[in-house]
């Protein structure tokens, strides 16, 4: 039984997944077409067009679960693909945690989230983002060379069938440029880039924009020095700022928390934070980069604070961790559009009490561990003395404990809610910082 669509598949596996002995299932289809432009010196240097799907089918089998996947529809044989899955399903051992979720908690009606943008764009408009990057990012002064520009389209629909009488599907197109300037010759160059990212071409920071930013960010960085090691300071940008998120949400996941694998367990309605942090996790925002009407496994989404004025009041939860938690599902299993709040300050009235300190723009590596919050990552930046930013620094770590850094959290109020993960600018007072 071959098939040649989405559609035709979906209602196959639907008319013949009793007939191989499964109880339940849950199919989930993400059809992906990218088209993307790569520029360097000023000259187009590649066009790659490339469309794929990914296909993952979740069986049920009393209390046994298996979940296996393809990657192309087309000659997949439908009965073939079921009973490979009954087999596995009776292969694996009982989880008392497995099944579907209650059909009440599907998504049955979807918000429009204006996730999809009509327009059509083709490789002349992409090559043309990319190569006005790059031409403004080699006219700025110390820009000694380029590692090209890019710019990307894509369209994703993703398609969910439930054996539960759900099935549901939604487009999300994402937008791209960026461009990746080197300063400087010899033993003293430094590279970096700038980017930006929308679901709605208009929304797309203006290619001009992007270049000029990644020419100043390497030029800036030149002639950086070592410092001594020594308790800082510390100032997060925002784009930096965000991995500070990125950790946080790894131990608010309710898989760690089930399993006792954050520093966080435990510590639901307890103070964790400053009175005015707040942290959202928001996947109903409109033409968010990772808003989602659903969760991986068909649950409906909603907008919900994971910290709220200094307390943990939520987990990230997938419906296994809800039910070994005894919570119910939120639809909020991964972050989307994860937020830290607006501060009030402006980041040179955050910076100006400082008397020595460190402005990171760059991380690299990572070391943390969620069990008991230990962090360290290597960075690189700017000093800053007396208020002001002196001169570029680099080869230096930066740590603390996160159960620490939590409570020390002080952010700006620049912050712009235009990735997955978004922070203002944030101080940390009082880091450790290893250098020579």
């Known amino acids: 039984m071959k098939n040649n669509n989405i559609e035709q598949f979906s209602e196959n596996i639907l008319k013949n ?12 289809i993400s059809n992906n077409r990218v088209l993307s432009v790569q520029t360097r010196n000023v000259k187009l240097e590649n066009i790659e067009s490339s469309e794929g799907s990914s296909i993952s089918l979740n069986v049920v089998l009393g209390k046994k679960q298996a979940t ?16 490979k899955g009954r087999f596995m399903a009776e292969s694996s051992p009982e989880d008392p945690y497995s099944g579907l979720p209650d059909y009440n908690d599907y998504a049955n009606s979807l918000k429009k989230l204006d996730l999809e943008d009509k327009k059509v764009i083709d490789k002349e408009i992409l090559s043309d983002l990319a190569v006005q990057a790059e ?6 002064k110390g820009i000694t060379n380029t590692e090209g520009a890019s710019a990307s389209t894509s369209n994703t629909q993703i398609t969910f ?35 930006s990212a929308a679901i709605h071409f208009e929304d797309l920071k203006s290619p001009l924009e992007i270049g000029k930013r990644a020419g100043e960010r390497a030029a800036s960085r030149l002639n950086s020095r070592k410092i001594k090691s020594s308790s800082v300071d510390v100032v997060f940008e925002p784009r930096i700022a965000k991995s500070l998120l990125s950790s946080l949400a790894s131990c608010i996941s309710g898989t760690s928390i089930a399993r006792g694998t954050s520093f966080l367990s435990k510590k639901i309605e307890k103070k964790i934070c400053k009175d005015d942090i707040t942290i959202a996790n928001m996947p109903q925002l409109l033409r968010g980069l990772g808003s989602v009407p ?19 009041k939520n987990y990230l939860l997938g419906l296994r961790s809800a039910r070994q938690l005894k919570i119910k599902p939120n639809g909020n299993s991964s972050p989307y559009n994860l937020t830290l709040n607006n501060g009030k300050v402006t980041p040179d009235e955050l910076i100006k009490p400082i008397k ?30 007396n208020g002001e930013l002196t001169f570029p620094v680099n080869e230096i770590t930066i ?31 009082n880091m450790t910082l290893a250098g020579i």
Request: proline residues 2%.
């Open 17 to 28: 997944y009793r007939k191989v002995g499964i109880d339940e299932f849950e199919l989930s």
């Open 68 to 83: 296996l996947s393809a990657n192309n529809i087309q000659g997949l044989d439908v009965l073939t693909f079921l009973e």
């Open 135 to 140: 031409e403004s990012m080699l006219g700025i």
């Open 161 to 195: 069938l439930s054996s539960k009488d759900f099935f549901k599907t939604y487009n999300k197109t994402i937008h791209t440029i960026s461009s990746i300037g080197i300063a400087g010759r010899d033993t003293n160059m430094q590279r970096d880039y700038d980017y």
């Open 294 to 312: 659903f969760d991986t496994r068909g649950i409906k989404s909603k907008n919900l604070n994971l910290i709220e004025n200094g307390y943990l």
């Open 356 to 385: 020595k300190g460190i402005f990171v723009t760059e991380m690299l590596g990572m070391s943390f561990n969620p069990v008991n919050g230990d962090y360290s990552r290597g960075a690189a930046g700017f000093m800053i003395e």
């Open 399 to 429: 740590a603390g404990n996160m159960n620490d850094i939590l409570k020390k959290i002080t952010p700006a109020n620049d912050l712009q809610v235009i990735e997955n993960m978004n922070s203002p600018t944030v101080l940390v007072e």
